[in-house]
């Protein structure tokens, strides 16, 4: 279903989720006070205009308040995305997606009504280190201090060959697996007689402890 998204702060974060948004076919409004970010996404939003995201008088004319999202990916000017995040939750954003600097910042951004914040450096920096220390853990997300979405690559024998009722991995693990992919084929919530190949990666959610656990299975 296509909705209106509107992208403020066009720096690395920003232009990419613009650039994700539009491919997938979604009506994407970007903005931002530098002209020379705004213009390079002309062809690819739906609108690019330079505007400040903290006028609350120029967010009113753009009819903000009637997006069905708004990102804020300011970077590290701090006081400007508390302003507009207020800016933008005043005039009636359903929801809003908020990048936080710090864990500071995530507090007052969730405080003054971000329904989501995001952690982008954070949680890259995550990934690359669990995967560098365990290779089988082909992506990691936290997704809040006790939950983690991991994607992990099978390669002990203790586990090819078997379905997923025989794994059992939520008895076994304290693990939810939410997809299989073998090769290019991904089965998403798979079924308890779906087996598992070698090489196979599963998506898994579960306690941060429950990954490491099943990811030392695989060494």
């Known amino acids: 279903m296509k909705q209106n998204f509107a992208v403020i702060g066009l720096g690395r974060f920003g232009s990419s989720i613009c650039r ?44 903000i308040g009637k997006f069905d999202h708004v990102v804020i990916a300011i ?49 890259m ?8 220390l365990s290779p089988n853990i082909l992506n990691y997300l936290a997704l809040n201090d006790d939950v983690t979405l991991a994607e992990i690559k099978i390669t002990s024998s203790e586990f090819v060959g078997k379905s997923l009722m025989d794994l059992n991995f939520h008895q076994h693990f304290g693990l939810t697996v939410i997809a299989i992919q073998h090769g290019d084929k ?11 190949r070698l090489n196979d990666e599963i998506s898994v959610v579960g306690s941060t402890k429950a990954v490491d656990a099943l990811n030392d299975r695989m060494q």
């Open 186 to 196: 991904v089965t998403v919530s798979p079924a308890g007689n779906d087996v598992v």
């Open 125 to 132: 920096g995550e990934r690359v280190a669990h995967h560098l």
């Open 75 to 123: 970077g590290k000017n701090i006081q400007a995305s508390i302003l507009v995040t207020l800016v933008v939750k005043e005039l009636g954003v359903p929801d809003v997606t908020a990048k936080a600097e710090n864990d500071t910042h995530a507090r007052v951004l969730t405080r003054i009504g971000a329904d989501h914040v995001v952690h982008p450096e954070r949680d």
């Open 20 to 63: 994700v948004l539009a491919s997938e076919g979604q009506e994407v409004l970007a903005i931002d006070v530098n002209e020379e970010r705004v213009n390079h996404l002309v062809n690819t939003a739906t609108q690019a205009i330079v505007a400040d995201g903290q006028d609350e008088d120029t967010m009113r004319s753009l009819e």
